[in-house]
């Protein structure tokens, strides 16, 4: 892979990954709980379901499920169903801020990675990704697999940075909101957003 078109597909990714919506609100809160550690195992989780949609897509299968819209509308309800599912669990059950990222139980850390997962793997946008724009970041003259092989650690490492420094903020985001009432507001706040993303994503046209 040319160094060019693997600025163009790092910098691709980095937009995907930061810009607005469930997964950056997902580590936010999960730091806001953990700290920024708690962005490890929503890395780990995202990423994950990066590599399995990367796996599919190498092997054409991704692009067989866009091609078919049942198949896709099938993938868009249950990741919008997910959504849903998580918005009404954070609304109804805020969650708490522990006494610091030491204090943390190692089980509940690492509760961040299987939403994660879900959330990717769930979601039709990344299918559409990596299923139509990423081989336009592959050079056919050249061997694909290696190529796979360095987007697949681009990725790991840019979602693990990212989420990194949204959980720091959220961490800091959970020291403001210790305060008074606010972490039910922003958990309810949170959950109503997960829900309008499931119903968004729910009408979204193949």
């Known amino acids: 892979m040319e160094f060019?078109?693997?600025?163009?597909y790092l910098g691709t990714i980095v937009l995907l990954m930061a810009a607005p919506?469930?997964?950056p609100l997902l580590t936010l809160s999960?730091?806001?709980q953990h700290g920024a550690r708690g962005g490890i195992p929503n890395a780990l989780g995202f990423?994950?379901?990066a590599l399995l949609l990367m796996a599919l897509s190498a092997l054409g299968i991704s692009a067989l499920l866009l091609a078919s819209p049942t198949a896709f509308n099938v993938?868009?309800?249950l990741g919008a169903g997910?959504?849903?599912w998580l918005g009404v669990a954070l609304w109804r059950k805020p969650f708490s801020i522990g006494g610091g990222a030491s204090?943390?139980?190692?089980?509940k850390l690492w509760s961040g990675f299987r939403p994660a997962f879900l959330l990717?793997?769930?979601n039709p946008e990344d299918t559409v990704f990596f299923s139509a724009l990423l081989p336009r970041f592959l050079e056919p003259q050249q061997p694909l697999w290696p190529q796979y092989a360095v987007m697949a650690v681009t990725w790991v490492v840019a979602d693990l940075v990212i989420a990194v420094l949204l959980a720091a903020a959220g961490g800091r985001l959970g020291v403001w909101l210790a305060c008074g009432q606010r972490l039910q507001r922003f958990s309810r706040t949170s959950g109503g957003l997960f829900v309008v993303a499931g119903v968004t994503l729910a009408a979204m046209q193949h």
């Open 21 to 23: 919506g469930p997964a």
């Open 103 to 107: 204090a943390t139980p190692s089980s």
């Open 30 to 32: 999960h730091g806001a």
């Open 47 to 49: 990423s994950a379901g």
């Open 4 to 8: 060019h078109n693997w600025l163009m």
């Open 75 to 77: 993938v868009k309800l």
């Open 82 to 84: 997910y959504l849903v």
């Open 120 to 122: 990717a793997i769930s």
